[in-house]
């Protein structure tokens, strides 16, 4: 059997990252509508879609196990598979943490109009940035990627927001929903980290450069232009 | 050549090890600063975790050289994989020690967690930390008779967390809204915590006997 050239390889796994992340992004959005609209059963969908997410990580990896035995990387390719087996084990987790979302939903309290507001965006933001990092791992560019990586702050605006609404004297909901509103606040902002790792694993992989490096230079370079 | 291999894959799990150690002394710490507010010890975690840090990069830069010099096949690339894994789940594990960190100074002088929760956090540290120090014994000497026992931790952990949010739900509750949120938090990183000891541990199972033990939640 001949061996798959590296490059196929490549490609193939680049595949199969977009994939995960639209996945991992369909998750959140379809966890964020059981949670808008209190449907258990919607939320049932999240979890039993989750193993499919998991089986295509398994699958990224064998590949780059495979291209790492058989093709004889060299350092950048080398770079290029280590960071692709990080990145599916961000995504799998990505989707983990839309079926944390989707069974808070199914335990059936109800979450408060004002914090489910702010979820609501939490969600779309969220997934938007899953559909961001699937184009950043097909197209693997990195002024895409940096833009993603900016995102992060707009996240964790919304948590402070959540955490303002749980400690202002004003919350009538009392202990119990407000834990609950807090972990959920903590899956949505998880869920974004993990696409901003995505997006960082990729301009690491394209560039050999941490992103903070890669944004200052790309920041310098244009305030001299 | 295959010594000099060996040789450097015996370097990389002394590092991963190492990190095991950092981060047990770093859960240990900010533990204590959580139940004693004590100020200097958060921020001996805080400024502490770059160390940590740090020592992800150099086994990272150690497990590429092992792969792009020796280009090890089927076992030795699963184990030096593995490692990169590793790496990434202890550097996590430090991570988390650091929020717990970050928590006692944000509310210092005042204590973040009413005495009737403080046992619960105290169980949950010592916990953590002993698997942590099992990971890294189990990294080093790639003796699975730890393994077991890290299982039945890693689900004391959980009972304890579910235990806690009993204590949080229940109506007689007196501390109010604010408490609760910080120890909602506080319970998820050190579950998380042992969540990722206990992966770093499935993985050396793997290694050794080539099956995985149960799914990997990290």
Redesign the interface.
Known sequence: MATVPLEQRRAEIAELLEQMCTAAGAALRTATVALREERPRLAERVLAGDAAIDELRAEVERQAVTAMALNAPVAGDLRTLVAAIRCAGDIERMGDLATHIARSVQRGRPVPDEARAVFVQMGEMGAEMADHAAEVARTRNVVLALELDRTDDIVDGYLRDVFELTLDPAWGHGVEAAVDVTLLARYYERFADHAVAVAKQVVYMVTGQPVEQVAAELDGGAAEA | MRDAYLEQLDGLAEILSVMCGQVADALEKATKALLESDLQLAEEVITGDTLVDETRSTAEER??AL??LQ?P??TD??IV?SA??GA?DIERMGDLALHVAQAARRRHPQPVLPPEVAPYFAEMGRIGVDLARKAGEMVRTRDLAAATAMEAEDDAMDDLHRHL?TV??DHS?PH???P??DI??LG?FYERYADHAVAVARRIVFIVTGQMPGPL??
């Open positions: 497990a590429f792969l792009a280009a096949v089927a690339l699963r994989v990169i894994h990434g949010f949080l739900m509750w109010g809204v604010g609760a949120v909602t938090l998820r939640m990290v």
